[in-house]
């Protein structure tokens, strides 16, 4: 079983520094609701569709009492403080449900996306030592108790919904409330996943300290009061949707959160129609698409103040688009979950909205951008983002070798991307220095996908490498060196989803080759394989 102990602390100089600053409160997860519902008791928290479709709505009081139960209910499971559950839910209003009732009982919930499959569920059960399986039973045509079947053998499985063979969730709402055991605030809350280079996502240690500080600065920067409503249309699990502000965010100042059961803008304009939706939050290919669909909805928009894109990079011809066809202010947000946080300001003029990617939360983040020998640059040239502060990580949970290279011997993370900084203090992306790819948002890890392509009889190699796209930002394409009979790309995409691999993760382009070039110690040249799709790329599309 993982050692929970073994996630790197803040220096204790630094973490006195913190809490003197008073960055770092004593407030915790398990205090957070109750608190808000003292506050707020009738005002509305959140709104969604449940795991059968319908519509509801629980004020303050309502979801915490109901956390409070569904807490006793898992404790009447055997789930304790401390252990690890994977919660794998789409935007359904049980998600917020099952997550302060893990947090009430003081579990650490193990965040997954609803479009991670069996290959990455079994890794983040088995990794993490995980006591629970939290799902929906159904969502968007994909039944997840299938996953669980296949891959949550021995562990306790909860469904929101029809539970077939496994616990139903409805049976844990009728325990008795739980009453907390405290946490220390410098603990570790939950386990976020991070979508690394290599095919082993590493674990990112999030504790109530640092995660809650990042929260309230973001919600006093975005303007968050108890007026706003929300729109989450991306994936409620994921670190932008959940505390930039986020859903967090928005309960910390006793707004109200609306989850969006999908993503097109048929659902999410009609959303912010009825519910008078004052921001939400995109990455760039949603953004196009509601600009694209903005043209000819009869949807009542006005109510909408602030559209936040982040993600990736949004280009600056898209981003001048928002104003003016949408009818609010752009933020753009550059950030990760590992810790660093950048929002451009909402009095920005609009030269600094469209062109950078915001600066930091917090006067205590430390930002260097360096050379490739972590000699720092002159201000305003490209370099390597590195950055240490009060709600940034100082190593991934159990991987002590991975953190040799990913944290500089004075505790600073090395993003793996290339930035300049502007005079005035804001960053501008130029790029990423890891291999991995950033499609949409969704972080792939080359090696991963290559390793499930090789596991096919008819694949001898394969190299995954990313392609420019207006519209993703980056695509994937696969290289293959074929044993024998090239195998049919239409049959090698069925393959990698029949071995349970995300639908993101699928490349969007496969291509048959005889040989790699390789490097001069025989590595494949990803470099060489860039340049050789860009020309192929270029064309295709000029035909």
Not at 316 to 333: D, F, N, W, Y
Not at 369 to 396: E, Q
Not at 443 to 468: Q, R, T
Request: glycine share 8%; net charge negative.
């Amino acid at each position: 079983m993982p050692d929970l102990s073994l996630h790197p602390q803040y220096p204790d100089e630094f973490a006195a520094r913190y809490r003197a600053a008073g960055y770092w409160t004593d407030e915790t997860f398990q205090q957070f609701l109750p608190r808000r519902a003292e506050q707020f008791p009738d005002h509305v928290a959140v709104i969604g569709h449940d795991s059968a479709g319908v519509q509801r709505s629980l004020t303050y009081a309502e979801l915490s009492a109901s956390a409070e139960r569904i807490a006793g209910g898992f404790a009447e499971l055997g789930i304790q403080a401390g252990d690890r559950v994977v919660l794998h839910m789409p935007n359904i209003i049980e998600h917020t449900e099952v997550l302060f009732g893990l947090f009430r009982l003081g579990a650490l919930p193990v965040f997954a996306l609803p479009a991670h499959r069996s290959s990455d569920i079994a890794h983040f059960i088995n990794f993490t030592d995980a006591a629970a399986y939290v799902i929906a039973d159904r969502h968007s045509g994909f039944d997840y108790r299938e996953i669980a079947r296949t891959v949550a053998t021995g562990r306790m499985v909860v469904v929101a919904g029809e539970a077939a063979e496994f616990t139903a969730l409805t049976d844990l709402r009728a325990a008795a409330p739980l009453a907390p055991t405290p946490v220390n605030p410098e603990c570790i809350a939950f386990l976020q996943l991070s979508g690394g280079t290599t095919g082993t996502p590493k674990l990112i240690p999030r504790t109530h300290a640092d995660y809650l500080y990042s929260v309230r600065e973001s919600a006093s920067i975005c303007g968050i009061t108890k007026d706003t409503r929300m729109l989450v249309v991306l994936p409620a699990s994921h670190n932008f949707p959940m505390s930039s502000p986020g859903i967090l965010g928005v309960l910390h100042a006793g707004g109200t959160v609306v989850l969006a059961p999908d993503p097109s803008p048929t659902t999410t304009f009609t959303l912010i129609e009825q519910h008078r939706v004052t921001i939400s939050s995109l990455v760039p290919p949603l953004a196009l698409a509601w600009l694209s669909a903005a043209k000819n909805t009869t949807r009542d928009l006005t109510s909408l103040e602030v559209l936040q894109v982040g993600g990736a990079k949004f280009t600056e011809e898209a981003a001048r688009r928002i104003g003016p066809e949408l009818g609010c202010t752009l933020q753009q947000v550059f950030g990760m979950a590992e810790g660093l946080v950048n929002y451009t300001r909402l009095d920005d003029p609009t030269d600094t909205i469209v062109t950078t990617q915001g600066r930091p939360i917090s006067p205590a983040d430390e930002i260097r951008v360096v050379d490739d020998n972590d000699n720092d640059v002159v201000l305003g040239k490209k370099g390597h983002l590195l950055t240490r502060g009060p709600y940034t990580i100082r190593g991934y949970f159990n991987a002590a070798e991975h953190n040799a290279a990913a944290f500089t011997h004075d505790g600073f993370y090395r993003t793996g991307d290339i930035v300049r900084v502007t005079p005035d203090g804001y960053i501008v992306v130029e790029g990423r220095s890891k291999d991995q790819i950033n499609r949409g948002g969704e972080k792939i890890a080359p090696e991963e996908v290559e390793n499930h392509l090789i596991a096919h009889p008819h694949v001898l190699d394969a190299a995954v490498v990313s392609v420019p796209d207006t519209y993703l930002g980056e695509r994937t394409c696969a290289f293959i060196v074929a044993d024998g009979t090239p195998p049919n790309p239409l049959v090698l995409k069925s393959f990698l989803r029949g071995r349970g691999v995300a639908g993101f993760k699928v490349p969007d382009l496969i291509h048959i080759v005889s040989e790699f070039p390789a490097t001069g110690v025989g590595k494949t040249s990803r470099s060489e394989l860039r340049r050789t799709l860009a020309s192929t790329w270029e064309k295709v599309t000029s035909r």
